[in-house]
């Protein structure tokens, strides 16, 4: 059910046009309503309640019957209404506009008539509210998000229409409120975005539900700010208008972290410091009362906005592997309990799913079949499409369910912006998940300050021009099958281009492979042998000796070049130390002190690159870290790829196929660096699996999201070669399809 916007109706009851629906365009209609159009029923006379948010005081429902004659029981919620202006320095202010009241929304796809009656229970008992009908009429409405029967990486929506998320972050509004959703969501949507995600969290936000008494107007553990929801409201209303549907995060971290930079226990309503009843924030995952709020609060969101097809899907937590105290075992039961209870109470059925800091997530949470799909956070990879790649590829693989990024980005202080102002590495995240398989293109976090005032929304617009009519469910892709990807004749360079290895995992556990010696075979074509047990972390000799790892690189030079170690923060917990040994010998020593004992936060002053010559030939290079704490780092070869160096990835069924060519020196990192790309030579990639027959090939240009030119070719053997262009420092794209068959 999809993007129609809210009508409000009269019925046997006197039912009220709130100022969002009023806002979104409420109709005068009285008897019917379209299909996947949301109708909102007000409940007069149910007052008087000390919080009219606990359903053990009062709850309010009404049950559906629907022209098949399914019995829907649909949760209703209490509601203020405001209306929305700005002071003098432009920030939103929000009015009281009348007394609150009980309503009931709904929303349905059945074609014919609709009969519904309404309940009540409070402390007088249980009783009859009222009691109508209204017939539900055809429409353009295409439903809510589901994943595809027919594949398990894809989404559709209820009609069978494909839906590919393309889109950002937006957690919070800044000072103007929902004026700045008005300018983000208008620009995203006009550059072909389909997709934002809203915090529903902390006090610091005004789109947050829950705070601590005292924080906000009628705040509490266990109630709900209603000016906070009125932003909602509008958010949704204004998504269903524009075409965008929006995760709900319903909480984060934050609530739960006790030391951290960001962390809000001391401001969580459930610290028993604040009156909640929870004395550590692990105590969350396991105390009755806890859960039993935590339901509650399932409850309104599902009363309150579950009706909306702007509604993509919710989001347990943000980051939940971050809060203090993490217990696995304990959150993937809470996850599992809480995913089949809001299975039960939302009659829309949702799509539910929740993310963790660490880019690897935590399978005992991620492969929970209560879960429908599997979302990643990656921050400060140099080389944001080989992450993306290889870490979609790893959980397609271990879950068969629908991915993608949920956060990226340079950094997550949002620091390493001025090194790329024109987002690469947004255009690189948004290419490279679409062409690795994801559900969606990777989303970046920094809207606000980055995307919005820098304007970087045509990165999204070539990405939806690419993807326009894609029917990615029916097409069923595969990672296609690519057999050669070769210098075209005449095309070998003088010069091999540089290979930057960047590792992306970590661990703190002592029996962890990050936490051991390792070796790694570099081959020349850029692939690396046990790549995925590297560390991003090399740790030293004191402070933790039992996960002491050093880095070990088998490798072969086609001609003399350099092993560099770039150094990326120094632990403030004792400093570190580096050493190279070249062939058994140390070719490098560099020590990296501790001069703020003071202060333990990472030092950065001692970030560069740490570069020894090596001849041509076979050689190993040992890394380690012979100071007291941990260094991050990453590593570049230079002269050493010997065949081209570019990143090929790409999507195929029988008839056609998908794929994006980059030049694996064209991301953020090497542009932070001054590396210009050198340009590649002229490649032939040979896509194999394809069915014989005429085949045309659209070269795109992915910058401006345009068909570059048009080559036909004949398939007699199974592939189809494309020739790739000379010089090619950035990246291009190719549809292939065979004549005849609809792409």
Not at 319 to 336: L, M, N, Q, T
């Amino acid at each position: 059910m999809t993007g129609a916007p809210r009508n409000t109706m009269a019925a046997v009851l006197a039912l009220a046009c709130c100022a969002y629906g009023a806002a979104a365009g409420a109709q005068e209609s009285v008897d019917h309503v379209g299909q996947y159009q949301s109708i909102e029923i007000e409940v007069p006379g149910v007052v008087g309640y000390e919080n009219p948010f606990d359903p053990r005081e009062v709850e309010v429902w009404a049950t559906f019957r629907t022209p098949s004659g399914r019995e829907v029981e649909v949760p209703g919620f209490y509601r203020e209404p405001f209306e929305r202006a700005r002071d003098e320095a432009g920030r939103e202010v929000l009015l009281a506009r009348g007394a609150g009241a009980f309503a009931v929304r709904f929303a349905w796809g059945e074609v014919g008539e609709c009969d519904y009656f309404l309940m009540v229970r409070d402390g007088a008992g249980v009783r009859t509210a009222g009691a109508g009908s209204f017939r539900v009429m055809p429409s353009d409405g295409a439903g809510y998000v589901r994943r595809s029967p027919d594949s398990p990486r894809y989404l559709q929506l209820d009609s069978g229409a494909p839906y590919f998320a393309i889109g950002q972050n937006m957690r919070w509004p800044g000072p103007a409120g929902t004026y700045d959703y008005d300018a983000w969501m208008g620009a995203l949507a006009e550059h072909g975005g389909n997709y934002i995600r809203l915090w529903l969290v902390n006090e610091w936000n005004r789109l947050g539900l829950e705070n601590r008494a005292g924080a906000g107007p009628g705040n509490g553990l266990g109630r709900y700010s209603q000016q906070a929801a009125w932003r909602i409201d509008y958010i949704l209303d204004l998504a269903e208008r524009l075409g965008i549907k929006v995760l709900m995060c319903i909480d984060s971290f934050n609530s739960l972290d006790a030391h951290g930079i960001y962390g809000n226990w001391h401001l969580s309503p459930y610290n028993a410091a604040n009156g909640g009843p929870c004395e550590q924030p692990g105590d969350f995952f396991t105390n009755e009362e806890a859960k039993r709020l935590f339901r509650q609060r399932l409850r309104y969101l599902v009363a309150r906005w579950g009706h909306s097809p702007a509604v993509l899907a919710w989001e347990f937590w943000n980051e939940v592997d971050i809060v203090s105290g993490y217990d696995s075992a304990a959150v993937a039961a809470w996850h599992a309990e809480m995913a089949r209870y809001l299975r039960d109470l939302d009659p829309w059925d949702h799509l539910i799913t929740t993310s963790f800091a660490r880019t690897e997530g935590d399978p005992a949470v991620d492969g929970l079949p209560e879960l429908d799909f599997v979302t990643s956070h990656n921050y400060g990879s140099r080389d944001v499409a080989e992450t993306i790649s290889r870490t979609s590829a790893e959980k397609a693989a271990a879950y068969g369910k629908p991915h993608y990024f949920g956060e990226f980005g340079t950094d997550w202080q949002g620091e390493q912006h001025v090194a790329d102002p024109e987002g690469l590495h947004l255009h690189n995240g948004l290419w490279s998940a679409m062409l690795s398989g994801d559900a969606g293109t990777a989303m970046l976090w920094w809207w606000d300050s980055y995307i919005h005032p820098r304007n970087l929304y045509p990165r999204f617009a070539a990405v939806a021009a690419f993807a326009e009519g894609i029917d990615w469910p029916r097409e069923n892709y595969r990672p296609t099958h690519i057999r050669a990807v070769r210098y075209a004749p005449g095309a070998e360079p003088r010069v091999y281009p540089s290979l930057t290895i960047q590792p992306t995992g970590e661990s703190w556990e002592d029996d962890s492979p990050y936490n051991e010696p390792q070796e790694f075979a570099v081959r020349n074509d850029g692939s690396v042998a046990r790549r995925e047990v590297m560390s991003r972390i090399l740790h030293g000799l004191v402070n933790h000796p039992e996960k002491h790892n050093p880095a070990t690189f088998r490798v072969s030079y086609p001609r003399g070049g350099t092993f560099e170690v770039m150094v990326r923060g120094v632990s403030g917990h004792g400093g570190a130390a580096l050493s190279i040994l070249l062939d058994g010998r140390e070719a490098l020593a560099a020590d990296f002190p501790d001069y703020r004992p003071d202060d333990t936060e990472t030092l950065h002053d001692y970030d560069g690159v740490y570069a020894i010559d090596v001849p041509a030939g076979a050689h190993t290079i040992e890394v380690r870290n012979t100071g007291r704490d941990w260094f991050l780092a990453y590593y570049r070869l230079t002269n050493y790829i010997t065949v081209p160096n570019l990143r090929v990835l790409g999507l195929a069924n029988e008839t056609s196929a998908l794929v994006w060519v980059q030049n694996r020196e064209s991301t953020w990192g090497h542009l932070a660096e001054e590396i210009s790309p050198h340009p590649a030579g002229a490649t032939e990639i040979e896509v194999a699996g394809l069915a014989p027959g005429e085949y045309e090939i659209e070269q795109w240009d992915t910058h401006a999201g345009a068909i570059a030119r048009v080559t036909p070719y004949t398939c007699a053997d199974g592939a189809v070669v494309i020739t790739t262009p000379a010089g090619l420092t950035a990246d291009v794209a190719y549809k292939v399809r065979r004549v005849g068959d609809r792409l």
